[in-house]
Nanobody
């Protein structure tokens, strides 16, 4: 059974950091490009960051460039999103998604599999 499970969310003060993890089971993660998306109440889904499954290419939304870093550990079947200098506007449910095609997930924002999400709240 294909499954993506996110973890690492929580409550953090502005300027703080969190590291989200996306653990895959039921398939080999290194065959897939992985993306992190977020959705806040009343807002559209936003594509945050993506990483390819072959050449290490990455994508970052302008809103997170210089603050967030995506990485993958294929040996652990896990992708990470390191989030630094967090802002209240980063508050959202973050979920990861997987697709064999990096272009499809990074440009079109489409994917074959996705997780249930983890809540990130940035507030003082």
């Amino acid at each position: 059974q294909v499954q993506l499970v996110e973890s690492g969310g929580g409550l953090v003060q502005p300027g703080g950091s969190l590291r989200l993890s996306c653990a895959a089971s039921g398939f080999t993660l290194d065959d897939y490009a992985i993306g992190w998306f977020r959705q806040a109440p009343g807002k559209e889904r936003e594509r945050v960051s993506c990483i390819s499954n072959n050449d290490g290419s990455t994508y970052y939304a302008d809103s997170v460039k210089g603050r967030f870093t995506i990485s993958r550990d294929n040996a652990k079947n896990t992708v990470y999103l390191q989030m630094n200098s967090l802002k209240p506007e980063d508050t959202a449910v973050y979920y990861c998604a997987a697709d064999p095609n990096f272009f499809r997930i990074a440009v079109a924002g489409e994917y074959d599999y996705w997780g249930q999400g983890t809540q990130v709240t940035v507030s003082s």
